[in-house]
């Protein structure tokens, strides 16, 4: 999915952008997995465009219980997370 707007200003143009994609798995009855992208492009600020991603993997153990790892990447940031949840 791709979107792209612009905003028309007394002095000029201002174009401002934004695209996705991404995609679900399920590999077996237990175990499902995602990834996503996402491109942005800013109109103002000291950084024109931000290319953001996510990786992420859950794995059921019983009808109430699944571990969840996540992997989220931005320019100069990454964030791993490891959950188990619980479900009631």
Known sequence: ???????NLSRGKIETGLGSVGCRLRMCGFRLSMATGIYLKYALGEKPDDIRWFIGSRYTLSQNWALRL?????????????SVQAFF
Request: charged share 30%.
């Open 1 to 7: 999915m791709t979107n792209s707007s612009s905003i």
């Open 70 to 82: 996540e992997y989220n990447r931005r320019d100069h940031d990454n964030d791993v997370v490891f």
